[in-house]
């Protein structure tokens, strides 16, 4: 029996249909059959006559079938009786056949032919099965090809990662393996830049319209329109390296995943505030991390290693996956001493690490990668070729060992007067910093953090913090990320330090590390608003600056909209792409889809549209803007 939720999908599509309907086929006419039996072998039917037919309601059928689809993926009704069969022949037909494509509204057949197959094979490997055997497959990969455009590419990469993540259907894909990995690795490095190209930087009026109409369904204006292909580009990249990641965890093909110039590329690919969901290049890592090939790789990679010691000391939501990627190499002996002499400058400020998400100890864990044999260090026996790394790693070792057995041993008057000596030293650091001696008022704190027993948490916070702000004022970002990250460690995760976040960001920012200094500061915001606890809480300006500056600076596009002027004559002359040559011309598709589906992409005309030509600059939160460390927060404790 039709379930009420289908005819809720169809009802406003089934509409726009006249009321004498003639033709025996009707999709709409069969969906309203009460006999079940009958209603499905005219399904069936339907879905076996439809890419032998030139029919102008193909469209409107296909987007009714898609409703139900992303509604109900687990509905086993449409793929029992042959959906997967009729898609992949419709995709094959558009691929084929240019004329076919360009009439009426052809071409918007292969996109929501692809989403339907990946919608159904997304959760149930049952369908994933059915679609294979549909020979759904090769049809897929020629609009991985880019037979058609980035946006078919989008929905074919989103079905091949569904079935390649069925252990089942995996090995069909497989069989293409070496061509869909090399394609899966050029789109997710060059999807960005042919999305601006091709559309972003497009001028409204040149934009191919289907594309328009898809990322919209008809709806919206151009500020719209720029988000949500934002979006989509995103998620066209995030998709291709989980489609990769399928291969990566297998241990298939690592010798082209593991290419130097692609691994370069891969630690800045992450899926940004609009598909946060997403691990992004960091996932590619974790996984390369499981393997030798890959951890070899890795090592030999000066910007990953960089990029995760960056990931390790931030708010960034994949910063447990990136410490455990750094764990990975330390504890392999062919890359430890290739990453220990980055590495263990940042992981140095992670010791102290209590939790981190679900997981307990992490900075236990992290000691332990670190220490294993600073014994060979310690006397001689080993040298590194960083005196910083040294440096660090003796920290560490008079931190978590020397300095635990040394506490140990001191009593309670000993521990009250230190307790007692920190608090002054901590006020002289106060007067000196605010009489303008930054530099002796680092020293008071440094005295201070020496002195104070490991287990006077909330006071080392403190000191920790007011250090960072005086390195702040010193121009030495480096030594603000580090204490900072050290104050936010000996806080709670659920509470972190409100004003070490603030400076940390400041301090990425300096460092020009637009992403890390973002996170930070989204999660200042989010602490100071879960502080007051009111509804009429506002974003102080400095902050909100902080965000614009940063939202810009991150913002998907950002790098490749620098060189627009490279390539403006392209731009002018947008063309629907194709692997290695062009499908079809944006005129022609342009001519031939002046009318939209009935009912289906608009109800009455489009709205109007910015005559700019490129996306509109993001506002910040609270609209205003004002000096960076105006605020209180510079203040100190």
């Known amino acids: 029996m039709e379930s009420q939720s289908q005819k809720k999908s169809l009802d406003r599509i089934s509409s726009v249909q006249e009321p004498a309907c003639t033709n025996p086929s009707c999709f709409f006419c069969t969906m309203n059959e009460h006999d079940p039996s009958l209603r499905k072998a005219k399904l069936a039917r339907c879905f076996k006559e439809m890419p032998l037919r030139d029919d102008q309601e193909h469209v409107l059928v296909l987007r009714g079938i898609w409703n139900i689809a992303m509604t109900q993926p687990d509905d086993p009704e449409f793929p029992s009786l042959g959906v997967f069969e009729c898609m992949g022949k419709l995709i094959q037909r558009a691929v ?114 289907y594309h328009s109409d898809l990322l919209t369904t008809g709806l919206g204006d151009l500020e719209i329109e720029n988000r949500k292909a934002e979006e989509w580009a995103s998620q066209l990249q995030c998709w291709s390296l989980h489609l990769l990641n399928c291969f990566a965890c297998k241990g298939r093909s690592l010798n082209l995943v593991c290419n130097k110039h692609f691994l370069k590329e891969l630690g800045g690919m992450w899926g940004g505030l609009a598909n946060c969901a997403s691990p992004g290049g960091i996932g590619c890592i974790r996984t390369l991390c499981n393997f030798k090939t890959g951890r070899e790789s890795l090592a030999n990679s000066k910007e990953v290693i960089e990029i995760l010691c960056n990931i390790s000391r931030s708010s960034d939501d994949w910063q447990c996956m990136a410490i455990d990627c750094l764990l990975l190499l330390l504890k392999d002996t062919d890359t430890r001493y290739i990453v220990i002499n980055t590495a263990a400058l940042s992981l140095a400020d992670l010791v102290e690490l209590r939790s981190l998400n679900e997981r307990k100890k992490v900075g236990e864990a992290i000691t332990q990668a670190l220490l294993q044999d600073y014994h060979k260090i310690k006397y001689g026996d080993l040298k590194l070729s960083s005196q910083d790394a040294e440096r660090a790693l003796k920290e560490t070792w008079d931190l978590m060992v020397e300095r635990r057995k040394r506490e140990e041993l001191m009593s309670e008057e000993e521990l009250k007067e230190r307790k007692n000596l920190v608090g002054m030293l901590k006020q002289e650091g106060n007067k000196k910093f605010w009489s303008g001696h930054v530099e002796k008022a680092v020293t008071r704190y440094t005295k201070a953090l020496d002195l104070c027993p490991s287990k006077m948490r909330k006071e080392r916070i403190v000191l920790y913090s007011n250090r960072a702000q005086g390195y702040l004022l010193l121009n030495n970002p480096e030594a603000v990320i580090s204490d900072t990250t050290r104050a936010l460690c000996l806080s709670t995760t659920a509470n972190p330090h409100r004003k070490s976040l603030w400076r940390r960001a400041q301090a990425y920012d300096m460092k020009g590390l637009a992403k890390e200094s973002l996170m930070d500061c989204l999660m200042f915001i989010h602490g100071r608003m879960k502080a007051e606890k009111t ?90 803007c004002c000096r960076i460390g105006s605020s209180r927060c510079s203040e100190m404790c």
């Open 96 to 209: 084929n056949d240019k004329e076919w494509l360009l009439r009426d509204q052809n071409i918007y057949i292969p996109y929501y032919a692809a989403h339907i197959i990946g919608s159904y094979t997304m959760n149930k490997v049952q369908f994933a099965e059915k679609a294979v055997k549909s020979n759904v497959v090769l049809p897929l990969i020629e609009l991985l090809r880019g037979k058609i455009s980035w946006v078919e590419q989008r929905v074919a990469v989103r079905s091949l990662g569904h079935l390649a993540s069925h252990a089942r259907t995996f090995e069909a894909i497989a069989e293409h393996e070496v061509e869909i990995i090399k394609l899966a690795m050029e789109i997710a490095c060059n999807c960005i830049k042919t999305v601006y190209r091709r559309f972003i930087g497009v001028k409204d009026s040149k934009r191919v319209k």
């Open 535 to 624: 509804k009429n809480a506002k974003i102080p300006y400095f902050a909100a600056r902080m965000i614009h500056k940063q939202m810009n600076a991150t913002w998907l596009f950002a790098t490749v909209a620098k060189s627009k002027d490279k390539y403006e004559a392209e731009v002018e002359k947008p063309k629907v792409l194709e692997h290695g040559e062009d499908r079809c011309q944006v005129t022609e598709i342009k001519e031939r889809n002046d009318s939209v589906p009935d009912g289906s992409f608009m109800e009455g005309e489009r709205r109007s549209r910015s005559k700019q030509g490129r996306p509109r600059q993001r506002k910040d939160a609270a609209g205003h």
